[in-house]
Structures are given as C-alpha cells and as structure tokens.
C-alpha cells in the first residue's frame, strides 16, 4: 500500500513537472512571436567590394549568410563593386565608376575612408565588411530603433526595359528615393591580380541605380533598361529614401518581378 501510494505521488510530481515545463515553453513561444510582431524597423546594408580585392570575399559570402538567416524580414542587402581595384590587374565585370562615386559620397558624410570590403548599415554607420558580429548587431539595432517611412513598389519588364512603380509616404525634398535594379546571385572565375584562380561568389549585386527627387512627386514610374541574359527569378528591386545630406536612411521596399 505505502509502495502504492509512493509510486502515485512520482508519477503526479512528474505529471506537474511536465505541464510546468509545457507552459513555460507556450509562453517563451508566445514572447517570441510577440516579440517578432514588435519589429517595426529595418535594415539597410550597403557593401563596396571589388573581385580585385583579396580581403572581400569573406565580406561577400557574409553576405549571402545574411540573405539566408534573415529571409522574409526587413533586412534588403545591396553589393556595390567598386572600380578603382580594376588598374591593379582585374577588371571585375561588375564594377562601376558611380559605385565608386557613391562610396566616396559615404566617406565625406560619414568621415571614413575609402576601403574595401566596407559596409553601410542605414546610411549612418560603417563597418568592416567581414565584421560579422558588428554588422549583425548594428541589423537588430535597426530592426527594432528605425523610423521607418513606408514605400510600395511593383515591376514589370516590357519589351527591352524594366518598369518601376513605387508611392512613398514622404515627400520630404532633402530626400532622395534610390531605386536599385539587383542580381541575387552571380559568381566569377578570377584570372588575373589578388584573387587569381579563385572562383568567387557574389549576392546581391548591384547593376543600374534611379534617383528619384521626392520634393516633387510621391509617387510614379522609372524605369531601367533590360540586362544582358536576364532571367526574372534572378533578380529583384530595392528602393531605399535616403537624406542628401545626412545619409540616413529612413524607409526601404523591394519586389520580385512578375
């Protein structure tokens, strides 16, 4: 009987135990999810890079690690190949003279220096482009402290062209919306200079960028013209509104094509 009565209180001590334990994990459920639905911010990472550069390609594949980790939050990436790493031996096919020029706009509003691999977390602070735990820092940050002012977006292609619709909810003139045509993902057999017999992989990059003045208009078309091989699923659009003068970042959208 003793036995009986013994082997009855074990077996409701663990019963309470495991209810507790069910309990206890639905609220750490529900905080999480509360917690999620709180995220009223976002997270915009501006990487200049070059295929030139030996020290990029850890900040590149940092880059598709993002992509992955923060899939379906408000975090929008965009790789900018620079094109002054080009005289020393490689010519990245990627690079442009504007990203370079966008890089050096970065250096004078943010008192930096020009460097690769280097990266923008909302128009206000930069990092080294590897800086993993920084740069994941600086995107919860935003996540969760960002003033977001809300953009719509849609594209379509037309023949030999790309059109963007987008509306803003601001129309602040010292505000500019940048609109930017990107390649998810590419990769590159490297020839020649830093990276010599390297195949490297590249996210996010960026191919042709719209500035839109929001003095005037809220909301309308821009369009880009079609890129070489271009396959739809490949490639998408962010827009980002962005103070001239102070680069803050203040709102962000992107689209897939339809």
């Known amino acids: 009987m003793i036995l009986k009565n013994l082997i009855t209180v074990i077996a409701f001590t663990a019963l309470l135990f495991a209810t507790s334990a069910f309990i206890h994990q639905n609220k750490e459920q529900k905080t999480t999810q509360h ?10 990472l501006e990487l200049f890079t070059s295929e030139g550069c030996s020290s990029c390609p850890p900040a590149d594949e940092l880059m598709g690690k993002i992509e992955k980790e923060y899939h379906g939050e408000p975090v929008y990436l965009l790789s900018y190949h620079v094109d002054y ?12 003279v504007e990203n370079s020029q966008r890089q050096q706009q970065y250096s004078r509003i943010l008192n930096s220096q ?32 960002a003033k977001k002012n809300n953009v719509e977006l849609s594209a379509n ?14 129309s602040d003139p010292k505000s500019t ?16 200079g830093e990276n010599e017999g390297r195949h490297l992989h590249h996210w996010q990059i960026v ?5 839109v ?3 005037k208009q809220q909301e309308g078309t821009t369009t880009f013209r079609l890129p070489e091989g271009f396959s739809p699923e490949n490639w998408e659009v962010i827009a980002f509104i962005q103070n001239v003068k102070t680069g803050e970042i203040s709102g962000s959208a992107k689209t897939a094509f339809k």
Do not use: M
Request: hydrophobic content about 30%.
């Open 35 to 44: 917690t999620t639905s709180e995220t009223n911010g976002f997270a915009v």
């Open 177 to 192: 919306l940048l609109v930017n045509l990107i390649e998810k993902h590419s990769s590159t057999q490297v020839g020649k």
């Open 114 to 145: 020009v460097y690769t691999p280097q990266l923008v977390v909302n128009g206000k602070r930069e990092f080294v482009g590897s800086d993993e735990n920084s740069i994941k820092n600086a995107i919860q940050e935003g996540l969760f402290n």
């Open 207 to 211: 191919h042709q960028q719209n500035q």
């Open 157 to 170: 292609v037309s023949q030999d062209k790309i059109n963007i619709q987008y509306k803003t909810s601001t």
């Open 85 to 96: 790493w080009n005289r020393l031996g490689w010519k990245d096919r990627f690079s442009t």
């Open 213 to 215: 003045s929001l003095g």
